[in-house]
């Protein structure tokens, strides 16, 4: 019989659950998240578990745990979730509540480093112990593995916080209440921010076409006018990348990783980033730049999470 992990990935607007097998997805559910109360959100979460150990059986999976990743702050040693902008959590013990309703033992983890720990352990980062993991969505974050293990920080466990570097001491304030974070200048928001200003002031070009038609730019709308050749949309991304690169040097001269894994929805621009990137710190004058790979997970947050279960059990190593 193989063995399995269960991983839930609890977003928002959507909770994501998967019965993982050597890093394959091999059964998968979903539901909207019902934000009404903590408890609710819980059980959603136990009856998808349930659902997932009825599929196990059918696949001959033995499932050694839980892993969860949710956004927000945690306490992973005490497997609470102890709040998030989104989400009803308030200090709420997930792992103790879902351990005693299934059985299994459970693990909880911030849904960024549960990615990191994903990349460890089935991604683009097997077999190299000290990586960073860098998610470039609505926001940016991040996760630190130092020889092999993953780094959580102190009180608030937020290590990683690379989007809240000061990368421009004149940028936008940032929603944490800093002046010019990365994160407010080179999160998917702010890339169709600049995108936006830009094709507005040139008056011409395929952004402009679709601003004019009264679509509200998306940073996918730039990737996609970027690869096409539009040069508006270059110039965007190479000052994204430009401030992108503020961040992997900060990330190369304080951590020295051997890895540096993007993943997020902005890593869906592909090799277009990482020739930005490459372009960003080559024009900061970084000599010695770290390796850069794309996420090599199509669902980081269900195999991050199962990953999390998996290396928290002990002789599954």
Request: charged letters at 15%.
């Amino acid at each position: 019989m193989m063995q399995g992990w269960i991983g839930l990935d609890v977003g928002g607007t959507g909770i994501k659950a998967g019965l993982v097998v050597d890093g394959r997805i091999v059964a998968e559910r979903k539901l909207p998240t019902d934000c009404s109360s903590d408890r609710a959100i819980l059980e959603q979460l136990a009856h998808l578990v349930e659902e997932l150990m009825v599929a196990a059986d059918t696949e001959s999976v033995q499932v050694g745990g839980i892993g969860v990743a949710v956004p927000g702050s945690v306490d992973s040693g005490r497997g609470v979730a102890v709040g998030a902008a989104n989400l009803p959590w308030n200090n709420t013990p997930i792992c103790s509540w879902l351990q005693e309703r299934t059985g299994l033992p459970t693990f909880l983890e911030n849904d960024t480093n549960a990615a990191a720990v994903g990349e460890l352990v089935y991604g683009a980062g097997q077999g190299v112990s000290d990586l960073f993991y860098m998610a470039i969505g609505t926001g940016v974050g991040g996760g630190i593995i130092s020889g092999g293990q993953l780094i959580r920080g102190g009180k608030g466990e937020d290590g990683g916080e690379i989007g809240h570097i000061i990368a421009d001491l004149n940028g936008p304030v940032c929603a944490c209440g800093q002046r010019g974070c990365l994160e407010a200048l080179a999160a998917a928001p702010a890339i169709a921010r600049l995108a936006t200003e830009r094709a507005t002031a040139a008056g011409e070009g395929p952004l402009w076409s679709k601003i004019n038609s009264g679509k509200v730019l998306e940073a996918k709308d730039v990737f996609e006018a970027a690869k096409a050749g539009d040069p508006t949309a270059l110039s965007v991304v190479d000052t994204s990348g430009l401030y992108l690169s503020v961040g992997l040097i900060a990330i190369r001269r304080v951590l020295a990783p051997d890895l540096v894994i993007i993943g997020g929805g902005v890593a869906g621009a592909g090799q277009l980033l990482l020739d930005a990137l490459d372009k960003g710190m080559e024009s900061l004058g970084l000599r010695s730049k770290p390796v850069v790979k794309l996420s090599g997970l199509s669902q980081p947050g269900i195999v991050g999470a199962a990953a999390v279960g998996k290396s928290n059990t002990p002789g599954t190593n």
